[in-house]
């Protein structure tokens, strides 16, 4: 039997992906409150699935994520790159919808135009509130969507991404904004490349090749063994391998692996030839921004 702490984030057995085919496999580990971790590994390893499957975005193949407490409590930074910004929205416009599940569909926001500058001044655009989003830079941009989160006020924050493509300063002064939710108790996942960010800035992470490679402090994840490992994981995805099985049926982490303190061993959960035998699925998917948290 499950025993699901509320406000912690459970993945029994996860598989997720997209047509069938899986893009994480076979996931155990939990986060739990407050946590800031950082989600790193090779292109396509699975990072954004995992973010969209904890969110609601793509339903689970295998398994099930377990969010007591939370079903209203998560807000989602998708990837600046899956939002049209040639929508003629204002700024104004755009940091409200993260007001979207407080207000309803209906209701204006007229009402809280106050909170809503605020948040605007607070990552660097007061003055901006007037302006289409497609004029904004790609830092302008980034600022503008974490005033959306700001006003969400959510307990737990997945962020996919937040600093590819912009400039130095905006990444400082967003990863201040970071560092300020986590010491407020918050709960922060961030999808990111920048290892050197990782180190600096996270305490912990969970380096994904499709599986879990390594979970746990980042000093012990980010080693040059689990990097390497994770990359000939990666290259030896076999895309026309059949769809494997879970051979226990899903269910809690094994008493071994219910801690993401716990690293696997280089040969666990693997063939002789080290790879799984799963479809290749690349990590991307028609996600709709919807704006406010899921």
Same mark, same amino acid.
């Given at each position: 039997?499950?025993?699901?702490? *509320?406000?912690?984030?459970? &993945?029994?057995?996860?598989? &997720?992906?997209?047509?069938? !085919? @899986?893009?994480?496999? !076979? /996931?155990?580990g939990v986060i739990p409150p407050g946590a800031l971790l950082a989600l790193v590994?090779?292109?396509g390893a699975g990072k954004s699935t995992l973010l969209k499957g904890i969110v609601g975005e793509i339903p689970c193949l295998e398994g099930r994520?377990? =969010? @007591?407490?939370?079903?209203?409590?998560?807000?989602?930074? #998708?990837?600046?790159?899956?939002?049209?910004?040639?929508?003629?929205?204002?700024?104004l416009d755009l940091v409200a919808m993260g007001l979207w599940r407080r207000l309803g569909p209906w209701r204006s926001a007229r009402r809280h135009r106050a909170t809503l500058l605020d948040a605007l001044a607070a990552v660097g655009l007061a003055g901006f509130e007037a302006r289409l989003i497609g004029t904004l830079s790609g830092g302008q941009f980034q600022r503008a969507l974490f005033a959306r989160l700001i006003v969400q006020e959510a307990?737990?924050?997945?962020?996919?991404?937040p600093f590819t493509g912009v400039d130095g =300063?905006?990444?400082?002064?967003?990863?201040?904004?970071?560092r300020a939710w986590h010491g407020q108790g918050r709960t922060i996942v961030a999808a990111l490349h920048d290892l050197g960010q990782v180190r600096s800035h996270f305490p912990h992470t969970l380096l994904l090749a499709r599986e879990r490679v390594a979970w746990g402090p980042t000093e012990r994840? /980010?080693? *040059?063994?689990? /990097?390497?490992?994770?990359q000939s994981l990666s290259e030896a995805w076999d895309e026309d391998a059949a769809v494997c099985g =879970? !051979?226990?049926? #899903?269910? @809690? @982490? !094994?008493?071994?692996d219910h801690s993401p303190d716990h690293d696997h061993s280089p040969d666990h959960d693997h063939g002789p030839d080290g790879r799984h035998a799963h479809p290749h699925a690349h990590d991307h998917g028609a996600v709709r921004d919807r704006g406010h948290a899921a």
């Open positions: 039997m499950s025993c699901d702490l *509320p406000g912690a984030i459970t &993945l029994h057995g996860l598989t &997720l992906g997209y047509d069938r !085919h @899986p893009a994480v496999h !076979h /996931l155990d590994g090779p292109n994520i377990a =969010r @007591p407490g939370l079903e209203e409590a998560i807000a989602y930074l #998708p990837q600046a790159a899956e939002i049209d910004r040639s929508f003629p929205l204002s700024v307990r737990v924050l997945l962020l996919d991404e =300063r905006t990444t400082a002064d967003l990863l201040a904004l970071v994840v /980010l080693t *040059p063994q689990n /990097l390497a490992r994770a =879970r !051979h226990e049926e #899903p269910g @809690p @982490p !094994h008493d071994h």
